[in-house]
Every structure is written in C-alpha cells, then in structure tokens.
C-alpha cells in the first residue's frame, strides 16, 4: 500500500493516426494525459446536454427497487426517444403526486367543517361563505364582529366559523386570516383523489415495465462518455500539419504494455522519470477490499506524489476513534445488525463491499472497546461475570480517561511526524524528529508529576527536541556567515508552532468528552426508564419502555454523527496537518467509461 511510481511519457505520431493512437490509450486506460494544447478545456464541458438528460432518466429507473428482466439486444432502440419517454413519464409522474398531495391537504383542510355542497350562487342573493380557523383562546372576538356569523365545527384547540357576505370581509375582522377551500366539496375531491392514485398506480406500472431497458440505457450512456472523453483528449494534444504530440503519466507496473501498444501503432515514445520541478498526479496502490479506505484518504486532501498513502493508518485511527466516541458494545451490537441486515445489498460490487467490510472494523471495535470500559446500553456488567473482569477502564475515572486520550493524541500526531520525515529528503526533515522529541518529552513531564527520572528524561527530550526545531527547520541557503543567523531565526519563529502543538494534542480529549457524554446518556435514559417502571403499573412500563426506546435510538444517532464527524476531523485536521503538509493532484485515467447506477 503506496504511492504509485509514475513515468512520463512522451508519444509522437502522424497526424493521420491520432484518433486511432487515441483510442488505442484509452482502451487501455493506463495514462493521466498532460494538456500540451495551448488552448485551455475542460472536460465536462465536453458533456452535451442529451447526456445530461439520460442521466435524469437512467437515475429516474435506477431508483425502482426491483427492476424487470433486462433486455440484452433491441436494434430498434433509440436511446434519445427513450430519454425523453422517460423524461415525459417522470414529468407526469411528479405531477400526479404533487396533485395528489393538494388533494390531500385540501380534504384535511375542509374536514372539520363537515361534509357540505355550495348552494349555487343564485340561490345566495350574492353572498357568499368565508370560513375561519379560530383558536379557543380568541373566541370572544366574535363577539364584535357584525356579519352574520356561524360555528361549524370544534375540536380541542379551534372553532371553525363562517361568516356571511358579499365581499371578502375587512382583514382585522377577525384576528385570524380566512382559510381558502376552494368551491369543491369534500365528496368530489375524493373522487379526484382516487383517480389520481389510480393514475400513479398506472405511471409506476409503466416505470417499471421501461426498467427492462437499463441495460441498454447504461450501455448507450456508456458510449456517450467514452466519446466525450475521447473528444477531450483530442484537445489536450499538441498538433501540426503532419505530426502530433501526446503527453502523460503511467504507473511503472504498466509501462510494458503501453511501450508494447505505442510499437504496435509506431510511436515514437520518450520515458522521463519526474523531475524534482514537477508535480506528478497521485494514484494510491490499493487492493480493492481497501478501496473504502481510499475513498476517505482522497475525500478531504489527496496527498502529494512525493508523499506518503495514509490509507492503513486512516482506517485503523478512525476505528478507533469511532469506538472511543460510541463507548458502548450494545451501540456497536446495533452497528454490526445492521450491516448483516443490509449484507447483500452492499455487496453488490467489489467497491461497495469494501464499505461493507469498513463497517464491520468499526463494529467489533465499537464492541470490543464497549467491553473494555464496560458499557452496554449505558449499564456496567455484573458483578462476577466474564464481561466485568474485561472491564479494565472506567469512564468515570476522569483522570486516566484523560490520560489516554493525550497519549493517543501524542502517538497519532508523532506518528505523523514520523512518516513526513520518512519521505522528505531534505535536510528540514530533521525538524519532524525534533517535533517527536518535543511532544514526547512534554507528555512525560506532563505524567510523571514532575518527579523522579521520567520527568528528568522528559525535560532531555524537550529541549532536544527545540534545539533540533531551530537547527534543522530552514533550508536558507549559507552563502556568507549572517545567513546562519537568519537560518536560527527561521527555527526560532518556528517555534511559534508550539502553541499549534499543544492545541492539536488538547484536540484529542474530544475523545474522552464525547465518549463520557455518550455513556452518562445512556445512563441518564436507563435511570429515568428505571424510576418510571418502578410503580410496576401497565401504563409505566409502557412509559419506561418508550424512553428506553426513544433515549437509547436519540443517544444512537448522535454518537454516530460524532463518531464519524469527530473521528475523522482528528484525521483530517490534526493528523494531515503533520503528516502531509503539501496537497497533490489526483490520477484520472484516461479510460473507457462504464457507468454504474
């Protein structure tokens, strides 16, 4: 698991063999181009607007849960009649449902004042009916108002009035604004309701039947992007009347067959290794049960060639943060539940069952840190048992909780440090272990109360540490004496960082925060259910079970927005802050299309 060693590949050719050389490359999909064409493109403008509408449609008949049996070849198809067939059936569709919903609104709207037909116009003199949503609490305005007025209808909370009148009546007539019921009764607008369920019952019949074709919708969409890709690479060469010019990087492990396919076409190749001035893209090697892993170290920063893959030291941190944030094995019961409920749907391609196989690590660790302080749904085993002699941590014993928590964040901020100094070589690297030094001598002092040989031995490594901070952090050039001077200036002010230090190691207490909170939680819930239940009547263990419920599934959902949001904050910002100080560019294949919905 690393950065991919790139080369730069440099293929001329006659210009009357661009198209084939391009597609040849991108069948093989093994090179990031280089753009050498002055003129600046990008590749989603090359997208047309027909691909932009057969997406809507592939996305439209992707969400039907089961769709029909595919069919694999119909030389009738005509993907663009398809697209817009579809597009009019979503149109309609949505506007069905959103009929429906006013007709719904509508009936509960006209509910409480009774099921009642207009009498025609004529036979009112001109009059007319507006009606009136009154609370309880304002009855006593009607007492003031002089048009002939009637309640309806009454519930706990309003009186529903109508009043009588030619004209809409002033605004202040009553402190309340008129309700508009439109000039159906109840009767017919049930009627138009059943039809239009009918009529979505119809459409959805008719959207499932069109999901036969997502095969070929797929496939059609497929050849669309590759031309569009292809179209984008054609501009990213370099042209003359008789020769053009491609340019880009390839992975070390698939020079042979790209070499292999440029003597094929008879190219002319040149292989450069990069240049200490250039910024090759970043492709992380990673088999595809860590592609979860990939996804996370990419989402946030994706790191520089010359730097180092966090993949293996992202998932194994963010598990562990992610179990010391939840604090509890019956929470991690509930996690692992659900990826079993859920096993076959994610694994539906290699790609969504290494998500599925993340799920799992942050499981059982969940479950195996819960055990280990001793919580399941906030309460502490029993006395005696297997599970109270594992417990070996107290989240109540603030002081060693805490204790922890800077150790972990000492070791996760170190070991950053470690690997910058692994792949920088450059005489600043050295300032990476002073850092180390610096952190580990504070955490020392910090522990042994500043007494006896461990605070002694903390103290060496913290001034060594400064020492190799100012002496090794700039990399000035020395070409006359004062430029040493300026060099320890630049550590000196480097130092500034040590406040930056402190608060990213202070960052990690989060974890022993949200944990406690997480448990006292729990706890709260278990005591309150506890006390409700202990009148022993039907109506308080219904009560206490309800809080179990609601408490324990409210405690649930914010542990794992926590965990989540806070495990890989600490990743993100504290850790990539030490260990990949310089952002890099992403590989992107130029490669046929294939599109997964």
Sequence with gaps: MSVAKLKKLSLVGRIAEKDGALARLQTLG?????????????????????????????????????????????????????????????????????????????????????????????????????????????????????????????????????????????????????????????????????????????????????????????????????????????????????????????????????????????????????????????????????????????????????????????????AIFFAMIIADAGYGVVILLGLLAFWKRLGGDTHMKAWRRLGLILAGCTIAYGVIVGSCFGAAPPDGSLFSSLAILDLNDFETMMQISIIVGVAHIAFANFMAFRVNHKRSRHANLGWIAALCGGLLIWLSGQIGHVFTAGIALAIGGLIAIVAFTSERPVAKPSDWAWRIFDGVKRLSGLMGAFGDVLSYMRLFALGLASASLALTFNDLATDVMASKSGLGILGGLLILLIGHVLNFGLGLMSGVVHGLRLNYIEFFKWGLPEEGVAFRAFARKEVQE
């Design 30 to 318: 093994a090179m990031h181009l280089v753009q050498l064409s002055p003129k600046e493109t990008h590749p989603e403008k090359i997208v047309s607007r027909e691909a932009e509408e057969a997406y809507k449609a592939l996305h439209f008949l992707s969400a039907v849960p089961k769709p029909r049996r595919q069919v694999r070849s119909d030389p009738a198809f005509d993907v663009h009649a398809f697209v817009k067939k579809i597009l009019a059936l979503r149109a309609d569709l949505r506007t069905a449902r959103d009929k429906r919903d006013f007709l719904v609104h509508r009936i509960a709207t006209l509910r409480p004042w009774g099921d009642f037909i207009f009498p025609p116009k004529e036979a009112m003199a001109g009059l007319r009916l507006w009606f009136y949503q009154l609370p309880h609490k304002q009855r006593e305005s009607l007492l003031t108002v002089e048009l002939p007025w009637q309640i309806v209808g009454e519930d706990h909370q309003f009186a529903y009035v109508v009043l009588i009148a030619k004209d809409e009546p002033a605004l202040d007539v009553l402190p309340v604004p008129r309700r508009h019921t439109g000039d159906k009764p109840i009767e017919v607008l049930e009627v138009e309701l059943d039809e239009t369920e009918i009529e979505i019952e119809s459409l959805q019949g008719d959207r499932m039947a069109q999901t036969r074709f997502l095969g070929l919708l797929r496939a059609s969409l497929s050849e669309a992007e590759t031309a569009a890709e292809l179209s984008f690479a054609q501009t990213q060469t370099l042209d003359d009347d008789e020769l053009f010019a491609v340019q880009g990087w390839v992975p070390e492990d698939r020079m042979t067959e790209v070499e292999q396919a440029c003597d094929d076409l008879g190219l002319a190749v040149l292989i450069e290794d990069p240049g200490w001035d250039e910024v090759p893209p970043t492709l992380l090697e990673q088999p595809e049960t860590e592609a979860a892993g990939v996804d996370l170290a990419m989402f946030y920063q994706v790191p520089h060639y010359r730097g180092w893959d966090p993949t293996l030291m992202l998932i194994v941190s963010f």
